[in-house]
């Protein structure tokens, strides 16, 4: 059964640091998405992870994934206030099971000026 | 597109009462899953579907029931809420077959109260 934990739970910032949130699962999954949540709204979604050793980026935010390790991280480079929400990562498997993800517990991101 | 779409927004039931939580996508997705969304939890598996005619459970499947008739559908059904499944319910649809723009697109929820 996979298991997904994050690091931090909660996170608050300054404005213009760089930090990174780590998301570590127990078993093999062959996918790891990452998503972001605003209060009261939905889920968006912001990378899929599908490979070892893949980096994606957007904007401020860089994703990672080693599956040797177990890990994957987003990395926010220069933060700004606009980036203040809840991360979620999510591992997942093919095949048959492609609809189901199991999801860390989230990290709370604050960004403060 | 509308994307995925779910009915009601908000809902409000008393313990013992029945409800059909609506969901469905216009993306002709395969794949179709239900999250229960709880504070400090992160998102739940309830149910999940690989096409139409084929359910299987999730993490915390006991109290709901799905049923997958067409691509388009899903809908989650609570057979005698109770408070425990007091929730923000989120509806999920995603690709079948693999590749770097595959994700899972979420609805926009369905916050569940139940006294």
């Known amino acids: 059964e996979l298991k997904v934990e994050q690091n931090p739970l909660f996170l608050s910032m300054q404005e213009g640091k760089n930090y990174t949130i780590y998301c570590n699962y127990s078993?093999?999954?062959?996918?790891l998405y990452w998503y972001r949540q605003d209060p009261g709204k939905s889920l968006e979604s912001l990378f899929v992870?599908?490979?070892?050793?893949a980096v994606k980026q957007e904007g401020r935010l860089m994703a990672s994934l080693d599956t040797k390790a177990r890990l994957s991280t987003l990395h926010i480079t220069a933060a700004v206030h606009d980036l203040s929400a809840t991360y979620f990562c999510?591992?997942?498997?093919?095949?048959?099971?492609?609809?189901?993800?199991?999801f860390g517990q989230g990290t709370i991101l604050t960004v403060h000026p | 597109n509308a994307g995925v779409t779910q009915t009601p927004k908000f809902q409000v039931l008393k313990t013992g009462q029945s409800m059909t939580l609506q969901c469905a996508q216009d993306?002709?997705?395969?794949?179709m899953s239900w999250y229960r969304q709880d504070p400090g939890m992160g998102l739940r598996l309830i149910h999940y579907?690989?096409?139409?005619?084929?359910?299987d459970q999730g993490e915390v499947p006991n109290g709901y029931n799905v049923s997958r008739s067409t691509t388009e559908d899903f809908p989650l059904r609570l057979l005698s809420a109770a408070p425990s499944q007091t929730s923000v319910y989120f509806c999920?649809?995603?690709?079948?077959?693999?590749?770097?723009?595959?994700?899972?697109?979420f609805g926009p929820g369905t916050r569940l109260l139940v006294l």
């Open positions: 999920a649809s995603s690709y079948s077959k693999s590749g770097s723009k595959e994700t899972q697109y």
């Open positions: 579907s690989v096409g139409a005619g084929i359910t």
């Open positions: 999510a591992g997942g498997t093919g095949g048959t099971s492609y609809g189901k993800l199991t």
């Open positions: 993306m002709n997705h395969e794949y």
């Open positions: 992870l599908l490979s070892n050793g």
């Open positions: 078993t093999t999954s062959d996918r």
